[in-house]
């Protein structure tokens, strides 16, 4: 919803492009700024009240746009609370999730979590642009701005999740150097669930901000050019409800190896396909691309979350996997920018594959848990491991 409005709404109050540009970057600055610090502080007995807290902020920070009226100082004020919010609670759902399943089940819990989100983003934009055409964006913000209000009772009435078994910190060591010695601690198998994501977000960021351009270029309709987008979103969201099942029979991390394969070849391909038969040829790409993305978020999340079925906590490893994300969203667009200046936007979508796939591997084969977790072979799996 808020991708949606939130530059119409600024627009609307005469800001020029560069302001919006600036606002927009703003959310996804904060919600990175909030990631590791949330995550750092979450523990299962008190993520009920952590997850009150921000939702209320959350449902305030949406609701009041309304009330801004314009004003760029409530604009700022608002967007932060709001970008910080919408990350914290990211951080403490994800985690959340992982404690109540207990590391259990780890590619179906988090295939319908992840499905879940997408979803919501779905139903979201939709109700957003419907609202909006009929009642202005000012009250669409207001109203829809309140349906947080049904996760707080939901959350309100939901038992609190039980703290895992942690050491105790040492007597005598400063608190910052507690933080840094559990920064350092953190599983490889996080770091390179962190840096899948990156590579998703940096490849689907780049390519969702210069295809529109490369496809009016080489004579693409722009409804076309939105059909392409339109499904490379839809597939990615309807492989999530699947991939339970999927993953109760093959291992999620065979998935995994060649999904980052087939992503970063589909975003190499796009200015390799002969423009007599891009529209069909690309539909397939795209579809493919869609695929690839929705099954990577799942695999990478299910990752983070195998560690706590090994007794692991998973507060600062949630907080390190989703600013990967908002990481990805912010370096995507630039980097694309950049090399799209100095080479071209089809040399951009290669290089820009090519070096986040050198990305992923280099992160993977530089611990004994990454290199553990590339796993080519699929091996079906036993009855009792379904």
């Known amino acids: 919803m808020q991708n949606l409005l939130f530059p119409l709404y600024l627009d609307h109050y005469g800001y020029a492009l560069t302001v919006i540009g600036t606002l927009s970057s703003l959310l996804g600055v904060m919600r990175l700024a909030s990631r590791v610090p949330i995550g750092a502080r979450y523990r299962g007995s008190r993520a009920k009240g952590q997850q009150l807290f921000w939702l209320v902020l959350f449902l305030v920070s949406t609701s009041g746009y309304a009330f801004a009226h314009g004003d760029l100082a409530l604009i700022v004020a608002v967007t932060v609370v709001h970008g910080f919010s919408f990350g914290a609670l990211g951080t403490i759902n994800l985690a959340v999730a992982i404690d109540i399943s207990g590391g259990r089940r780890a590619g179906a819990v988090m295939g319908w979590y992840t499905a879940a989100l997408s979803a919501g983003y779905a139903l979201g934009a939709f109700l957003a642009g419907a609202f909006a055409d009929r009642i202005g964006i000012d009250a669409t913000l207001l109203w829809l701005g309140l349906t947080p209000s049904v996760a707080i009772a939901a959350v309100w ?98 998935i995994n190896f060649w999904a980052v394969l087939l992503f970063a070849a589909s975003t190499f391909a796009i200015p390799l396909v002969p423009v007599p038969i891009a529209g069909p040829v690309l539909l397939a790409v795209f579809l493919g691309a869609g695929l690839c993305r929705g099954i990577l978020r799942v695999t990478s999340a299910a990752t983070v979350a195998e560690l706590r079925a090994e007794g692991r906590d998973i507060g600062l490893s949630s907080g390190v996997y989703n600013s990967g994300l908002d990481l990805g969203a912010i370096i995507g667009p630039a980097a694309g920018g950049v090399l799209s200046a100095a080479f071209g936007i089809p040399a951009m979508f290669q290089l820009l594959a090519g070096g986040s796939l050198v990305l992923y591997f280099a992160v993977a084969l530089s611990s004994p848990a990454g290199r553990s977790a590339l796993t080519p072979s699929f091996r079906p799996k036993a009855p009792a491991e379904r």
């Open 157 to 254: 009435l939901t038992p609190a999740v039980p703290d895992s078994e942690r050491a105790a910190p040492t007597p005598g060591v400063a608190l910052w150097r507690r933080g840094v010695s559990a920064f350092r601690g953190i599983d490889g198998r996080v770091w390179l669930a962190f840096t899948i994501v990156l590579f998703l977000n940096i490849l689907s960021d780049s390519t969702d901000t210069f295809f529109p351009l490369y496809g009016i270029a080489i004579g693409l309709p722009v409804a076309f050019i939105g059909a392409l987008k339109a499904s490379k979103s839809a597939s990615a969201t309807v492989i999530r409800f699947f991939a339970g099942a999927v993953f109760r029979f093959l291992d999620y991390r065979a």
